[in-house]
C-alpha cells in the first residue's frame, strides 16, 4: 500500500506540474507543448533543474533566477495538491483497480476545470468532451459491469443541472451541465455525492457574499459553481461510497 500510495503521489506531483500549464495555456487557445515553460516577466525559459515540482520554486526563494521577478505560489500549492489527491485516491481505493483509476483520472481532469472557472468563467469543452471519452473508454475496459449505472448516473446528473439551467438562464452555465454529466461518468451513483457536497458548499458561498456585500449586490455576483463541483467530485471519490452506504443503512 505504501509503495501504491507514494508512486499515485509522485505521479500527481509530476502531472500537477503539467496541470499548470493546461490551466495557464488553454483558455487562451494556446499550445500546451511550445514554447516550454517560460518566465512570464522575463521570458527566460525555464531551465530543466528549475523546474523540478516545488522543490525548485523553494530553492529559487520563489522568484524566477533571471529577472528575480516573484513566482506565483499557486504553482507549488497546484503540484503538491495533485499529489495529494492521486495519494489519497491510491490509498483509499489500494484494493479497488477500477476505483481507483477511474478516482485518479477525475482528479486530473479537475484540477485544471476547476482552475480555469475560477479564472476564467468557463468550463471548456477541450477538457470536459476528452474527459467524457475518458470515463466510458475506461469504465468499460476495467468494469464493464459497472457501466450502465455510470452511464445512467451521467445523463441523470447532466440532465438535473440542464433543467436547472434552462429554469434560470445566467443561472447555471453549460459548462457547468456538462461537468455533471462527466462527474457521473466517472463516479457512478457516487455522483449524488458530488452534487450534494457543491450544492451545500455553493449556498454557504453565496450566503456569505451576501452577508458582506448585501442581498442586491449579492445576487448580481458571479461565483463559479465550477470549483464547487470539482470539490464534490474529490470528496465523492474518497467517501463518496462509505457516505451512500451509510445514508441506505440509516434511513433505507
Same mark, same amino acid.
Given at each position: 500500500?505504501?509503495?501504491?500510495?507514494?508512486?499515485?503521489?509522485?505521479?500527481?506531483?509530476?502531472?500537477?506540474?503539467?496541470?499548470?500549464?493546461?490551466?495557464? $495555456?488553454?483558455?487562451?487557445?494556446?499550445?500546451?507543448?511550445?514554447?516550454?515553460?517560460?518566465?512570464?516577466?522575463?521570458?527566460?525559459?525555464?531551465?530543466?533543474?528549475?523546474?523540478?515540482? !516545488?522543490?525548485?520554486?523553494?530553492?529559487?526563494?520563489?522568484?524566477?533566477?533571471?529577472?528575480?521577478?516573484?513566482?506565483?505560489?499557486?504553482?507549488?500549492?497546484?503540484?503538491?495538491?495533485?499529489?495529494?489527491?492521486?495519494?489519497?485516491?491510491?490509498?483509499?481505493?489500494?484494493?479497488?483497480?477500477?476505483?481507483?483509476?477511474?478516482? @485518479?483520472?477525475?482528479?486530473?481532469?479537475?484540477?485544471?476545470?476547476?482552475?480555469?472557472?475560477?479564472?476564467? $468563467?468557463?468550463?471548456?469543452?477541450?477538457?470536459?468532451?476528452? &474527459?467524457?471519452?475518458?470515463?466510458?473508454?475506461?469504465?468499460?475496459?476495467?468494469?464493464?459491469?459497472?457501466?450502465?449505472?455510470?452511464?445512467? @448516473?451521467?445523463?441523470?446528473?447532466?440532465?438535473?443541472?440542464?433543467? &436547472?439551467?434552462?429554469?434560470?438562464?445566467?443561472?447555471?452555465?453549460?459548462?457547468?451541465?456538462?461537468?455533471?454529466?462527466?462527474?457521473?461518468?466517472?463516479?457512478?451513483?457516487?455522483?449524488?455525492?458530488?452534487?450534494?457536497?457543491?450544492?451545500?458548499?455553493?449556498?454557504?458561498?453565496?450566503?456569505?457574499?451576501?452577508?458582506?456585500?448585501? @442581498?442586491?449586490?449579492? $445576487?448580481?455576483?458571479?461565483?463559479?459553481?465550477?470549483?464547487?463541483?470539482? !470539490?464534490?467530485?474529490? !470528496? @465523492?471519490?474518497?467517501?463518496?461510497?462509505?457516505?451512500?452506504?451509510?445514508?441506505?443503512?440509516?434511513?433505507?
Amino acid at each position: 500500500m505504501i509503495a501504491i500510495v507514494s508512486f499515485s503521489a509522485l505521479v500527481g506531483l509530476l502531472v500537477g506540474s503539467f496541470l499548470n500549464v493546461v490551466a495557464a $495555456r488553454l483558455p487562451k487557445g494556446m499550445s500546451l507543448v511550445t514554447p516550454g515553460s517560460h518566465c512570464p516577466g522575463c521570458g527566460i525559459e525555464v531551465r530543466p533543474q528549475d523546474n523540478i515540482p !516545488v522543490l525548485s520554486w523553494l530553492l529559487l526563494g520563489r522568484r524566477c533566477r533571471g529577472c528575480r521577478q516573484p513566482i506565483s505560489a499557486r504553482y507549488p500549492l497546484v503540484e503538491a495538491g495533485t499529489a495529494a489527491l492521486l495519494g489519497a485516491a491510491a490509498a483509499v481505493h489500494v484494493d479497488d483497480t477500477p476505483q481507483l483509476v477511474l478516482g @485518479a483520472v477525475l482528479a486530473l481532469f479537475l484540477v485544471p476545470m476547476a482552475l480555469i472557472d475560477a479564472d476564467h $468563467r468557463i468550463i471548456p469543452n477541450k477538457l470536459t468532451a476528452p &474527459a467524457a471519452v475518458v470515463a466510458i473508454a475506461l469504465g468499460l475496459a476495467l468494469d464493464p459491469a459497472g457501466e450502465p449505472e455510470r452511464l445512467i @448516473a451521467g445523463l441523470a446528473a447532466g440532465g438535473l443541472f440542464l433543467l &436547472a439551467a434552462l429554469a434560470r438562464p445566467g443561472g447555471m452555465g453549460m459548462g457547468d451541465v456538462k461537468l455533471a454529466g462527466v462527474l457521473g461518468l466517472f463516479l457512478g451513483g457516487a455522483v449524488a455525492v458530488a452534487l450534494m457536497t457543491a450544492l451545500v458548499l455553493g449556498t454557504l458561498v453565496g450566503a456569505i457574499v451576501i452577508a458582506r456585500v448585501g @442581498a442586491e449586490a449579492g $445576487r448580481k455576483t458571479a461565483v463559479p459553481f465550477g470549483p464547487f463541483l470539482a !470539490v464534490g467530485g474529490v !470528496v @465523492a471519490v474518497l467517501v463518496g461510497d462509505p457516505l451512500i452506504s451509510a445514508y441506505l443503512g440509516t434511513f433505507a
